[in-house]
């Protein structure tokens, strides 16, 4: 397995992933497209024989970073990709200094939630309704 940044001109690739994830953010390319191109974003990809296979997108400024989207294709699930990509993510924002990480996930997501679990992340408190009427998510959160 490659990591590496996301360019521009995988804006399809990275959609046709997030599209295989119901669970994920729902970005179209239009989407992926605008995010490569703010200047505090970041999306990390996994490559598996020349093909995206799996993604996670942040955002980083002054001390502080979002986690915005996680996905992998259902067929590389459960090879570690998305902890591979979970771990480099933050090693790469470490390296910059020290930052608080956040994100969000969807209380039912209980596979997201292990992943992050593992990772470090600890509970930080919920947002009601946040993926629709009855669908909370918690905030998860570590320092780096």
């Known amino acids: 397995m490659k990591l590496r940044l996301a360019l521009l001109s995988d804006a399809a690739a990275l959609a046709a992933v997030e599209a295989t994830r119901p669970q994920a953010a729902g970005w179209k ?10 200047p505090c974003a970041r999306i990390w990809c996994s490559i598996e024989k020349e093909k995206i296979t799996g993604f996670l997108a942040l955002r980083v400024t002054n001390g502080f970073c979002e986690i915005l989207n996680v996905a992998v294709l259902p067929l590389w699930a459960d090879k570690g990709i998305g902890y591979a990509l979970l771990t480099h993510a933050l090693e790469t924002v470490k390296a910059k200094g020290p930052c608080r990480v956040t994100l969000e996930v969807a209380q039912d997501n209980v596979a997201a939630r292990a992943l992050y679990a593992k990772a470090g992340f600890k509970a930080l408190g919920q947002r009601k309704n946040f993926y ?3 669908k909370d998510a918690f905030i998860l959160g570590m320092d780096v």
């Open 29 to 38: 390319e239009e989407g992926f497209a605008a995010e490569l191109q703010q």
């Open 132 to 134: 629709g009427p009855g």
